[in-house]
């Protein structure tokens, strides 16, 4: 990422350009699922921020929950065996 | 495919050391494998992937690399008001990210999202391969 000073704000006013924080913004936005935010431009960037907070907080309740899963399945499952077929389902 | 090698190697690896132990700790080992695999993956040069793999003892040198803006740090990027409670809460959350100023925090926030979905992706793979073709009953 360069350090893009066009149309910088006069002063040292501690700002980096408005317009990459609303790149930034943007791409944060992109990233969010659409039944989020919608795909609507208009979404602040106070809601964008705390979609991310939520939406990080779903994902890492569900890397817990896909954990207990895998333990359950490591306990009956014979792991050297299934990872050739795992790695076989990514592949493809 | 990275993250898969990573996290398919811990899981033998658990399997093999946890057979006496209770469910509880090898939930946890997992949950602890993924979050590596996904730093991993990564490298080094993301502050949340430094900070999670700081947690683990590694063999070997974790080289820091320059960071990516290379603009002079002194003047702290702001965003307004309303967003501080919610650049805030995003700091807490995701991790190696205290202090940091708001364009990179959100850098990092996107990144690590992204991360974390491809390693659930690859964890609902994993369970699904797992759960058709070996444990036809669960």
Request: glycine fraction near 4%; aromatic fraction near 4%; include cysteine.
């Amino acid at each position: 990422m360069s350090a893009r000073r066009s149309r910088s704000r006069q002063a040292g006013a501690g700002r980096i350009t408005d317009e990459q924080i609303d790149d930034l913004m943007s791409k944060l936005q992109a990233i969010l699922p659409e039944a989020r935010l919608g795909r609507n431009d208009r979404v602040s960037a106070a809601k964008v921020l705390q979609e991310a907070c939520s939406y990080i907080r779903s994902l890492h309740r569900e890397m817990d929950d896909l954990s207990e899963r895998l333990s359950e399945l490591l306990s009956t499952t014979e792991m050297s065996s299934a990872q050739a077929a795992v790695v076989r389902s990514l592949l493809m | 495919m990275i993250m898969a090698f990573h996290f398919l190697g811990a899981l033998s690896h658990i399997q093999k050391t946890t057979t006496h132990s209770t469910f509880v700790f090898r939930c946890h080992r997992i949950r602890c494998a993924a979050y590596t695999s996904m730093a991993l993956s990564t490298g080094a040069h993301s502050a949340w992937s430094r900070a999670l793999l700081r947690q683990k003892p590694r063999r070997g040198s974790l080289r820091k690399r320059t960071v990516i803006l290379q603009r002079p740090r002194k003047r702290a990027v702001r965003l307004e008001e309303d967003c501080q409670d919610g650049a805030d809460v995003l700091r807490r959350l995701v991790p190696g990210c205290d202090g940091m100023d708001s364009a990179e925090l959100l850098d990092e926030t996107a990144d690590y999202i992204r991360c974390l979905e491809e390693q659930v992706s690859l964890m609902r793979s994993i369970v699904n391969v797992i759960s058709l073709n070996f444990n036809p009953k669960s």
